[in-house]
């Protein structure tokens, strides 16, 4: 299963239109910078969200994820007490607002976001042992 943020789209089964984070193009540094994550992931759980649907919770940060910012703290890209963050996911959208994925808006704090309908359509292939890759 792939995701392609330059396309902005997922193909899992098919193809689904999805929108990112804040700044859709760079890797995700750090808590807060409204990035996604690349890279390979697992799953880490799912369940029925009340704001948007579903939520698929993938297992950022991972051990590639720490690699990383390790190194970008090493560097002086992070400062000392910025943290990498967590709960990035891929979910749909409050009802009734499935324009912002048609209007290609880019919404979320780092998750991936998709229509209602195209999350619920994943929703029951996805399991702990999918593996989700997040790339340019």
């Known amino acids: 299963h792939r995701v392609d943020r330059r396309q902005r789209q997922m193909c899992i089964r098919d193809r689904y239109n999805v929108v990112f984070g804040g700044n859709p193009v760079d890797d995700k540094e750090k808590e807060g910078d409204k990035r996604t994550p690349e890279g390979v992931f697992g799953v880490r759980d799912k369940y029925p969200h009340r704001s948007w649907s579903k939520f698929i919770w993938i297992d950022y940060p991972n051990a590639d994820s720490w690699k990383k910012f390790n190194q970008r703290k090493a560097n002086g890209i992070i400062k000392n007490g910025e943290t990498i963050g967590g709960e990035v996911g891929i979910h749909g959208v409050p009802d009734g607002m499935d324009a912002m994925i048609d209007e290609k808006r ?31």
Do not use: A, F, H, R
């Open 106 to 136: 880019n919404w979320t704090l780092g998750c991936i976001s998709m229509k209602n309908k195209d999350v619920n359509e994943i929703y029951p292939y996805i399991s702990k042992k999918t593996k989700i890759t997040i790339q340019k």
